[in-house]
């Protein structure tokens, strides 16, 4: 007899290197793999709300402690949505491999070609660190409005910041060390690093990202989001 807990219910397209209208994703562009990622990353957000609503995880037990099936749980329901997360995940990771040898062919061409203009910011974490390498963290992005400067640099709503620069939780003084970072660094880089929740494991995550303060995006502000203290 096949375990309870093993998702075995399978649930709409699984990975195998092609799409629904017949397109093998190692033809797609980056534009369209950047779709097909951003499509990615919602359903399986919203395949992670169905079990969190039941209380559950992709780990969690859905027997009691002496082996029958917990009368409380839609436990079909649980074991279609963790087999579906499984099948997303594979074609999450696939996406993100093709993202990024798209991205370095992309590059060397550019420096074949010698050409000097910077490249479109990028719009995913561009390095992960150990968790808690950079500190407590000390404030949270609230909005972020759309093409901004910090949508391109890879900020989510909800992020939450443990480092902005050279300002961390020791010394933001209620954010305007943070306001004075952004002013001094228009046009410039800032490493930005941001505890969220990896997409593919589920474990939270420190990332760093790029951010470049600018104007003329075509919103207010120089990074087009709102940052609020914790």
Known sequence: ?????????????????????????????????????????????????????????????????????RADLDIALIRTTRARIIHLRNDYKS???????????????????????????PRRPVETLTSGAAGPPFAKIDRIATDSPAERAGLREGDIIKRFGEVDWMNHERLTKVVEEVQASEGSVIAVTVLREDIVTGKEEDYVLQLVPRRGWGGRGLLGCHILPL
């Open 95 to 121: 996406i993100m491999l093709q993202i990024e040898q798209g991205l370095h062919a992309h590059h060397a061409s550019q420096q074949a070609r010698e050409y000097q203009a910077p490249p479109p910011a």
């Open 1 to 69: 007899m096949d375990s309870i807990h093993t998702p075995t219910v399978a649930s709409g397209p699984t990975t195998n290197g092609s799409y629904a209208n017949g397109i093998n994703k190692s033809q797609l562009s980056l534009a369209e793999l950047d779709v097909e990622k951003t499509r990615l990353e919602t359903e399986l957000r919203a395949l992670g709300r169905v079990l969190d609503s039941h209380k559950v995880d992709m780990n969690t037990s859905l027997t009691t402690f002496d082996g029958f099936p």
